[in-house]
């Protein structure tokens, strides 16, 4: 479990590499939806997204228990986060993505000074092999949600949101994984209890939905939705004992709906957020979130994207 110190040493720990990324508003947003809405803009975070704030602990964390290499096994921001930190902090890493990965993804990874192994297509091949080349080089394969540091990383989201909004009533973050929400979960329920907080999964996506149904852990296979950063099948070990915990609500959105978050963000705010990152936004804008004459802030969790996919994210 992780706890709210976790959460303070791990801000420690991140302050001297990430941004404190600032809040956002919109009059045209908050007359739209008749609420007060504060985005956390993550997209404009170091490597493009908040996965950079775990990376860097876990990283951290590694370095300090002796690790001499790291890997990874995404191609994604995850992979692009642990990337960054380890060139940074001057360890060698490796990240291991799948044989069809976007070219500018893995120039990116490169560019970050990582090396780029080829393997398979799907993440059971890819984890193992990333597992095996660290225990090969004296290193450490850091996961993209179920680990206590990565958690703890993610949860400072959570603490800056406080420190930034004091009196929110409530913040709605996109479900992946449960990283990004279990780390706040673990910040926000233990420093101020009433604060609700909401998670968002695409409907295609909705493996933490069903799990909650069930109280179990709940595989589901096939998700195909836009939003590729919660495209995972299972919630984690480790988050969802938290979510299952602490969470007050989880809602679904609809492609479209994440579509017009998407377009309401890059014509209206002028802000680039991948459609990942606008899945919080698309379920308060579609009327879904339950608030009433409170703050809300909305967490955009990140805005690496592919230019070229832009037309695939519009509504016609
Ligand atoms: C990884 C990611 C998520 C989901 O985070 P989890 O910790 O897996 O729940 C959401 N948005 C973006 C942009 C991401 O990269």
């Not at 504060?38 to 493009?48: D, I, M, N, S």
């Not at 149904?213 to 590729?228: E, L, N, P, V, Y």
Request: aromatic share 4%; glycine share 10%; hydrophobic share 40%.
């Amino acid at each position: 479990m992780v706890s709210l110190e976790d959460v303070r040493k791990a801000q420690e720990r991140i302050e001297n590499v990430i941004h404190k990324t600032p809040i956002i508003t919109s009059s045209l947003l908050n007359e739209r939806c008749d609420l007060q809405i504060f985005l956390k803009a993550e997209h404009l975070q170091k490597t493009g997204s908040f996965k950079i704030r775990g990376a860097t602990n876990a990283v951290k964390q590694a370095m300090a228990e002796g690790a001499r290499f790291i890997t990874a096994a995404s191609s994604g921001n995850h992979g692009q986060a642990v990337a960054y930190i380890a060139g940074q902090l001057g360890i060698p890493a490796a990240i291991v993505v799948p044989k069809d990965a976007n070219r500018a993804k893995v120039e990116a990874i490169k560019a970050y000074g990582a090396k780029v192994e080829y393997c398979g297509t799907t993440s059971a091949e890819r984890i193992p092999r990333a597992k095996q080349l660290a225990e090969d080089n004296s290193g450490i394969y850091i996961p993209p949600y179920d680990h206590p540091a990565v958690i703890a990383g993610q949860g400072t989201v959570g603490l800056e949101i406080l420190e930034q909004l004091p009196d929110i009533g409530a913040i709605v973050v996109p479900v992946g994984g449960g990283g990004l929400i279990g780390g706040i979960l673990c910040a926000v329920k233990f420093l101020k209890p009433e604060v609700r907080v909401i998670g968002v999964e695409p409907e295609t996506a909705n493996d933490t939905f069903l799990s909650l149904q069930k109280g179990i852990i709940t595989a589901i296979s096939g998700t195909s939705t836009i939003a590729d950063g919660l495209r995972t099948s299972q919630p984690g070990d480790l988050t969802f004992p938290i979510l299952r915990e602490h969470l007050d609500e989880l809602v679904l959105v609809s492609e479209t709906e994440i579509k017009e978050a998407f377009q309401f963000l890059l014509e209206r705010t002028k802000q680039l957020v991948e459609p990942s990152g606008a899945t919080a936004l698309a379920a308060v804008m579609s009327g879904k979130v339950s608030a009433a004459n409170e703050k809300v802030a909305v967490v955009l969790s990140g805005g690496n994207i592919d230019l070229h996919q832009i037309p695939d994210f519009l509504n016609s």
